[in-house]
């Protein structure tokens, strides 16, 4: 990630042609203020399935309400016939993804749609980081490991000595060991 | 994690009884301007040989070419006759763990080590946060999952901006979609 | 499982809307002599994604060579408009499930399809073994461990000496230790 | 795996040193009529102690409840001096390991113990079927997965018809899809 706003580009507006799990668009513009996770995924994109979109799910339930905004961004640039909104629909009603979920306005001239275009992606499953002055901070393509997102959310957080004070999970205790004897 | 180190107490001195994968003793005052993760442990604690040690490496993989010092402190309150300092060098051989272990000085008075107890520790597997002030900032018994941690150490390197720039891990493209093909 | 294909079923036959991955049906009377490992399953199903499909892909590699038939069978019983064959080929494809699979013959009646009602199977995942003799000697709704299938089709390869012989796969050495180092 | 016992060796005997987990010394002679599965592991062989334990553990579970006898075997060829019985006990007990573990008799002449070196294992972890008749059908070094495993168990049950009915496992329905619903 960018250590800074400065040396960073300001994040493109996004275009959408529909919403999922929210009852009004959202904007980057709205959203001035806010850490904001887009998650540009495909529904049949297996690394997609299996590490991004519930990497994303465990992001929106741990920082969520430490003021992280996620948003998936379905960008469908192949197999359009068979990932419209209502597959996607059902895609998410089956995983139960909660968090917002935009649909990417298809461009007339090609295969990939419009956000995915101005942003420059170039596959699924990629993660992006927006800062509270809207700078793109963060922008990978494939696997990133928790410990590296985690680190690049904890930068941004820290960037605001405002915001609410930050919780450790209760974390099970299962397998540790106490002078009492083991959890 | 604590937001500030204001209201964070300052670490404790360690107390070695001896080192490992290190030729000199570490000191946390000789540290200070460094930012400290101690991993607690015990060779024969379950959950961390499985998770909490495994973290640890990662964390110094990832973060030690950051400026992220890991220490692990082997911390016996159980099993002393069997979990002395060469059956710690054989464990730490076969698991080929390489960041620094310190094994804490035994207490005269009773089972639990002097560090543990300087620390007020529960049991292993903990991990300890330690800022560039000497400030214990985060102090977490039990399991504790990649974004936390990877949040709260992202937050203590954002507190100096004259850290070396952040690398964002060139990740495998396996199971990654793209406009050309799967990866 | 049942241990002797006496006191189990007769396998109802296969209703095909279609096959995917291969180039002519499949009836189970023309595989009587081989055991068949049916996998039900629905494309959006997350059970069935991250672990049944999976697992039958493994049964597919391991046991394939030495005469296991694997045959997945897309029973949609919900969602029907967005899992249709033009979907799951697009799912197969980026999937790279390379055994045989069949689409179940939708029902005029309802919207559980024909074989799927034939069997009375409750949902997907849903695994079955049937042997050498047509019987149905397993039907296992939900998930079932490595361990479990493994000895299920261990015991019906067992039921005929003349199969070739069994081969261990040759495994990984990481993490094994021998007199002479580490794997 | 041998598909028969005629082309298989004799298992030689077992010799101990010491027994955990049972309250007499068990024998191949006094096990005749049973299937046994050894375990050959070392307390500190990171394979054994993520892998090949835990698979055993998961084998004497399941199985068992239908005649297999799970043994460990504690063959020390290395750091001798840190893998004792005051260690292994200690080893036990944090794992809670609840099969009978032998410790192999050390040899006088050098660092691989005997019941290791009459069965020629290369290291640990090692896995060792032998049927009913006293017969080693499978020996084998380094990782073996659960579809392997549990086929070469489920064959060798399968050769006595007189074996109690099998179970498969009451499994956990999440993920699972149903016409009435997800699990």
Chains 1, 2, 3, 4 share one sequence.
Not at 19 to 26: E, K, V
Not at 31 to 55: D, E, K, T, Y
Not at 104 to 123: C, H, I, L, N
Request: proline share 8%; net charge neutral.
């Amino acid at each position: 990630m960018n250590r800074s706003p400065r040396d960073s580009p300001l994040a493109p507006a996004l275009e959408a042609a529909a919403w999922l799990n929210t009852d009004r668009a959202l904007t980057l513009e709205g959203l001035r203020g806010q850490i904001v996770l887009l998650h540009a995924f495909q529904m049949l994109c297996p690394g997609c399935v299996s590490h991004g979109l519930p990497q994303a799910a465990r992001a929106f339930d741990q920082f969520g309400p430490r003021g992280l905004v996620v948003i998936g961004l379905h960008t469908v640039f192949e197999h359009h016939a068979v990932m419209g909104e209502d597959a996607l629909a059902a895609f998410v009603h089956e995983y139960r993804w909660r968090f917002p979920i935009m649909i990417d306005q298809p461009s007339s001239s090609g295969p990939v749609p419009r956000t995915m275009a101005r942003y420059g992606w170039r596959g699924t499953p990629t993660t992006v980081l927006i800062d509270r002055t809207g700078h793109v901070r963060l922008n990978h393509f494939g696997h990133l490991d928790d410990l590296s997102l985690g680190a690049a959310i904890g930068h941004l957080l820290a960037e605001d000595a405002s915001a609410p004070e930050a919780r450790t999970p209760e974390a099970a205790r299962s397998g540790t060991c106490t002078p009492l004897g083991r959890g």
